[in-house]
């Protein structure tokens, strides 16, 4: 039997054990509970129609912004996939998790935490993982957090396996591992890609949810943008090179510590840049190849957009739109050559800064009418798809790790309590501020401790290095290799980080041994080129990298 049969048999019999699940949480009110499609992105900034990007085409996911409260200021709390996703989903910073690298499970390693699909999943929710949601391998044991977080085993596209292989037709004819790859898609193995796999995966699972008895968790990740850039290759046309501008600050900061800077070694494995022959670790790429990569990324962008698109149209088609929040998001940025930098792997608001929105129905917008779809599905090659305007908007400082308690909050569940300090003892609680208050529903339940006053809220941020100066290891230290942590704080004023000495087996910060600090200040520096730190008395703020 097919893997895809045999995942979907499994979930009608999990179906068909629902009813006695229903029952057993009464209490939390299944019956007439709200659903949750989360969909998480790899690697996508804020190259948005919805974030004031003009350039890029993403009509879907700004149609799902304009009927959702969308967060103009959220930021991840360690700018790579796996210490990212693990510290969004269980709700605790990398500090806690003690995930700054690949190479630990976190249950193993950090304390027994909770995770948010874990935690709908003992509330009566019938929880499906689609994609990449945990990051794959040891970091979620090699089982996506089975059975922990999830009614049944987790689907992954058969094609991921080709995503680094040798599937790229150069100018030469032959196939290449590239980093640029817009590919026919009849002409790769099994004729397709995993975004598009997993999204008609998603749609069958909520075709089979649509009459279920019990709610649904269903979490979506997409690959794309992620590198390698592989994706059908006519989205290149929405993004003529002509077109394609450079980075607004492409050069190295002048008062940029060298320990800051990340090195991008994983593009430069590729064999397209290592054609070009670029000298390590400060590059810098030919102006006409960065603009082939920002043409890439935006491409991958655009053709993400579509798989959102058919994703949610599918929640019209089966009527789960009145009963579905959504809620979409990144696990991080990725520079597309801002400080001569390129991918993530840094403290800066460009690898950092992530979008953020959430669809909950009859509230931040109105219930279509009847016969009338709220998310139909828009071709970005339409030439006359108009830009939508995004419809609620907050403009706090928010992170990441607040998704547990705001998700909870909205699907009517009880939020789980503020987490202790220490708290690796403690199985349910989450370290993040409950996002409710952004909403104004008066009947949810709202986290005391939330900042009215945007010049109040704090998002930290941190990044482990193996030395003070770039090296081959600097983006993706392992922990034991790892002797220095920045540790960053960003404001709605300014954003600054200090990078301390570190212990890797006592997982200890040293913050009277400080290496090097960086001071932004956003209005007068929102591309984070001028550090101020030696300008200022930087020392005085130290108190404020203490969540």
Same mark, same amino acid.
């Given at each position: ?30 019956? @007439? +509970? ?114 922990? $977080? ?19 037709? =150069? ?17 790769? &193995? ?26 649904? %968790? ?6 794309? &943008?992620?590198?390698? %850039? ?16 450079? #980075? ?9 510590? &060298?320990? +800051?800077? /990340? ?19 400060? =590059? ?15 491409? $991958? ?14 929640? @019209? ?47 931040? +917008?109105?219930?279509?009418? #009847? ?24 403009? @706090? ?26 708290? %690796? ?77 570190? /212990? ?5 910060? /040293? ?37």
């Amino acid at each position: 039997m097919p893997l895809l049969d045999r995942g979907l048999l499994w979930l009608s019999l999990v179906l068909g054990s629902c009813a006695s699940l229903g029952s057993a949480a009464r209490g939390n009110n299944t019956k @007439d +509970a709200l659903n949750v499609l989360l969909i998480i992105v790899d690697d996508l900034r804020l190259s948005l129609g919805c974030y004031g990007d003009k350039l890029i085409k993403s009509p879907n996911i700004d149609q799902l912004a304009s009927h959702s409260l969308l967060f103009q200021n959220a930021f991840a709390q360690q700018a790579v996939c796996a210490p990212s996703r693990v510290s969004f989903l269980t709700g605790r910073r990398p500090d806690t998790t003690r995930l700054y690298d690949f190479n630990s499970y976190w249950r193993v390693q950090a304390g027994n935490f909770s995770t948010i699909p874990q935690y709908f999943k003992e509330n009566g929710y019938v929880t499906m993982s689609v994609g990449k949601v945990f990051h794959p391998g040891i970091s979620s044991n090699h089982s996506d957090d089975s059975p922990y $977080s999830w009614s049944f085993l987790p689907y992954h596209p058969s094609s991921e396996k080709y995503e680094n292989t040798k599937t790229c037709r =150069g100018p030469d004819g032959e196939l290449h591992a590239n980093l640029i790859c817009p590919v026919d898609i009849a002409d790769i &193995p099994e004729g397709t890609l995993p975004d598009i796999q997993s999204t008609k995966q998603a749609i069958k699972l909520l075709e089979k949810m649509r009459t279920s008895a019990s709610p649904f %968790f269903l979490a979506v990740g997409y690959h794309k &943008p992620h590198i390698p %850039f592989r994706y059908p290759k006519e989205f290149q046309k929405l993004y003529p090179l002509e077109n394609i501008t450079l #980075a607004s600050d492409p050069q190295v900061p002048a008062g940029l510590p &060298p320990v +800051a800077y /990340n090195p991008w070694m994983d593009i430069r494995l590729r064999e397209d840049i290592q054609a070009l022959n670029l000298s390590v670790p400060y =590059g810098p790429i030919p102006v006409d190849f960065q603009r082939k990569i920002r043409q890439s990324y935006f491409a $991958s962008v655009s053709y993400l957009d579509t798989q959102v698109g058919h994703l949610l149209s599918a929640l @019209d088609d089966f009527h789960l739109a009145n009963s579905t929040i959504v809620a979409f998001t990144s696990d991080h940025g990725w520079s597309l050559g801002e400080h001569g930098e390129w991918a993530k792997y840094s403290n800066f608001d460009v690898a950092t800064h992530v979008p953020l929105m959430f669809y909950v129905p009859g509230r931040t +917008a109105l219930l279509p009418e #009847a016969g009338k779809k709220l998310f139909p599905y828009i071709d970005p090659f339409d030439p006359a798809s108009e830009l939508m305007e995004p419809g609620q908007q907050a403009v @706090d400082i928010v992170e990441l790790v607040s998704l547990f308690p705001t998700l909870t909050g909205l699907a009517g569940l009880h939020v789980p309590p503020r987490c202790p300090i220490p708290s %690796f003892h403690v199985e349910l609680c989450r370290e993040g501020q409950s996002l409710l208050k952004h909403f104004r529903f008066h009947d949810l339940e709202e986290d005391p401790t939330l900042h009215d006053n945007p010049h109040e809220s704090i998002a930290y941020s941190q990044y482990p290095r193996p030395a003070d100066y770039p090296q081959w290891n600097s983006d993706k230290p392992s922990l034991k290799d790892i002797k220095v942590m920045g540790y960053s704080i960003r404001t709605i004023d300014y954003r600054y980080t200090v990078w301390v000495g570190f /212990n890797p087996h006592k997982f200890l910060a /040293n913050f009277s041994d400080v290496h090097a600090g960086e001071l932004y200040f956003v209005d007068s520096d929102p591309l984070q080129d001028h550090n101020m730190y030696n300008d200022s008395q930087g020392g005085d703020l130290l108190q404020s990298l203490i969540p």
